[in-house]
T-cell receptor, first 112, second 115 residues
Framework: KNEVEQSPQNLTAQEGEFITINCSYSVGISALHWLQQHPGGGIVSLFMLSSGKKKHGRLIATINIQEKHSSLHITASHPRDSAVYICASHAGDTGTASKLTFGTGTRLQVTL | GAGVSQSPSNKVTEKGKDVELRCDPISGHTALYWYRQSLGQGLEFLIYFQGNSAPDKSGLPSDRFSAERTGGSVSTLTIQRTQQEDSAVYLC?????????????FGPGTRLTVL
């Protein structure tokens, strides 16, 4: 059974701080997704990773397939980054259909 | 273009009643997913549809839950004889395909409260 764990569960940071959220999974996967859920509930897909590193603006996501671990980094954090960040793993081969297994999320609060 | 839409946005019902939740995916997206997010808990997969293939129902919590997708587009999630533990936000997502690299686009969700 694929299990996904995130840490920390809650994180408070001051504006400008560098933030790291970690995600570990238990079985081999073909892809890992990072999602952002705003206080209003809407979910947005941030990244899909199968290897290496991706960057979008102030957000950076990395994955280490051998260690079954991914990190989401936020540089120069801002109050508008306050949200719940969720990682989700996609088990199986990239060429097969498979459902996502979700972590429980990391609640980030960035204060002025 | 239009994103994934869901209706109703909120639904309050009495225990034992049936409810129907609707999802309109992005046009052209062949894969459609239903998820549930209970208070204080993470997202939970319920069911997904991919084209004309048989749906993957492995996440449905009981036989009171069912879903259909008509014409490869709109989907309806039905919960029969609702229970208080069914209270949650039900989220729908769609993607171009159901493979690992296909980004999923989420709807705003339907908040279901069972009294």
């Amino acid at each position: 059974k694929n299990e996904v764990e995130q840490s920390p569960q809650n994180l408070t940071a001051q504006e400008g701080e560098f933030i790291t959220i970690n995600c570990s999974y238990s079985v081999g996967i073909s892809a890992l997704h990072w999602l952002q859920q705003h206080p209003g509930g809407g979910i947005v897909s941030l990244f899909m990773l199968s290897s290496g590193k991706k960057k979008h603006g102030r957000l950076i996501a990395t994955i280490n397939i051998q260690e079954k671990h991914s990190s989401l980094h936020i540089t120069a954090s801002h109050p508008r980054d306050s949200a719940v960040y969720i990682c989700a793993s996609h088990a199986g081969d990239t060429g097969t259909a498979s459902k996502l297994t979700f972590g429980t999320g990391t609640r980030l609060q960035v204060t002025l | 273009g239009a994103g994934v839409s869901q209706s109703p946005s909120n639904k309050v019902t009495e225990k034992g009643k049936d409810v129907e939740l609707r999802c309109d995916p992005i046009s052209g997206h062949t894969a459609l997913y239903w998820y549930r997010q209970s208070l204080g808990q993470g997202l939970e997969f319920l069911i997904y549809f991919q084209g004309n293939s048989a749906p993957d129902k492995s996440g449905l919590p009981s036989d009171r839950f069912s879903a259909e997708r008509t014409g490869g587009s709109v989907s309806t999630l039905t919960i029969q004889r609702t229970q208080q533990e069914d209270s949650a936000v039900y989220l729908c997502a769609s993607s171009l395909g159901s493979l690992a690299y296909n980004e999923q686009f989420f709807g705003p969700g339907t908040r279901l409260t069972v009294l």
